[in-house]
């Protein structure tokens, strides 16, 4: 990992066209070949990012540090370093993922072994299914294509920004996109719904103690 501080502007052509004025700002270089552009707020959020494979060529103009980065897509992100001020790479190694909890985790392998509560007609492709940014809980498929499934115990709005991401990244899949999102969990919060519905993601509440028995299957939809 490469992580830089940096007084830079940004510049981004492809799908639209944006600008960030000059700030500082933290440049963040995964190993995987992401890359993605930081202000000191908006949690997690970067202000703009390029998914792996992504290819980065350094230049040098004015005394200023030219990062031009492009993707298979024709992507463009331009970011020029009017002046850095810290710079550090650390190799981090791999990394054994989210250990979830034992509820959440039993949970998933029961909608996976009756994959049947999710929807009819859904088959279950792989649990922990890969993507560059880690692996989605279930992927499905039913007769209109591929469905990622993210299962929560708790259902917040961090949740469906994790599942936000994971289908941009499958949706760089030429052999699976497109795939829709599907987020699960016992207890879903308002917030998390709006958020959903606006990122067309279905949600579906479940009860465990009813999956544990399948005494009654039936899940409640949202």
Same mark, same amino acid.
């Given at each position: 990992?490469?992580?830089?501080?940096?007084?830079?502007?940004?510049?981004?052509?492809?799908?639209?066209?944006?600008?960030?004025? $000059?700030?500082?700002?933290?440049?963040? +270089? $995964? =190993?995987?070949?992401?890359?993605?552009?930081?202000?000191?707020?908006? =949690?997690?959020?970067?202000?703009?990012? %390029?998914?792996?494979?992504?290819?980065?060529?350094?230049?040098?103009?004015?005394?200023?540090?030219?990062?031009?980065?492009?993707?298979?897509?024709?992507?463009?992100?331009?970011?020029?370093? #009017?002046?850095? #001020?810290?710079? +550090?790479? *650390?190799? @981090?190694?791999?990394?054994?993922? &989210?250990?979830?909890?034992? +509820?959440? *985790? #039993?949970?998933?392998?029961? &909608?996976?072994? #009756? +994959?049947?509560? @999710?929807?009819?007609?859904?088959?279950?492709?792989?649990?922990?299914?890969?993507?560059?940014?880690?692996?989605?809980?279930?992927?499905? $498929?039913?007769?209109?294509?591929?469905?990622?499934?993210?299962? $929560?115990? !708790?259902?917040?709005?961090?949740?469906?920004?994790?599942?936000? !991401?994971?289908?941009? =990244?499958?949706? @760089?899949?030429?052999?699976?996109?497109?795939?829709?999102?599907?987020?699960?969990?016992?207890?879903?919060?308002?917030?998390?719904?709006? @958020? =959903?519905?606006?990122?067309?993601?279905?949600?579906?509440?479940?009860?465990?103690?009813?999956?544990?028995? %399948?005494?009654?299957?039936? *899940?409640?939809?949202?």
């Amino acid at each position: 990992m490469r992580i830089v501080i940096t007084t830079c502007t940004v510049n981004y052509q492809g799908r639209l066209a944006s600008h960030l004025p $000059k700030a500082q700002r933290l440049i963040m +270089v $995964k =190993a995987d070949g992401s890359i993605s552009i930081h202000a000191d707020d908006r =949690a997690y959020k970067p202000l703009n990012w %390029m998914n792996p494979p992504c290819l980065i060529h350094e230049t040098t103009e004015n005394d200023e540090i030219v990062w031009s980065v492009s993707n298979k897509q024709g992507e463009l992100l331009v970011i020029t370093m #009017h002046e850095v #001020h810290h710079e +550090v790479s *650390a190799e @981090l190694g791999d990394d054994p993922g &989210l250990q979830k909890d034992g +509820v959440e *985790a #039993h949970l998933q392998e029961l &909608l996976a072994t #009756h +994959v049947e509560t @999710l929807g009819e007609g859904f088959e279950l492709v792989r649990r922990e299914f890969p993507t560059p940014i880690g692996p989605v809980d279930l992927l499905c $498929k039913d007769k209109d294509g591929y469905i990622a499934v993210e299962v $929560k115990r !708790r259902g917040e709005i961090d949740g469906v920004e994790q599942l936000t !991401r994971y289908l941009d =990244a499958l949706n @760089l899949d030429p052999q699976l996109t497109p795939v829709r999102g599907m987020f699960v969990a016992q207890e879903i919060k308002p917030q998390a719904l709006t @958020l =959903a519905e606006h990122r067309n993601i279905r949600c579906l509440s479940v009860d465990y103690d009813e999956l544990r028995g %399948m005494t009654d299957p039936q *899940a409640r939809l949202f």
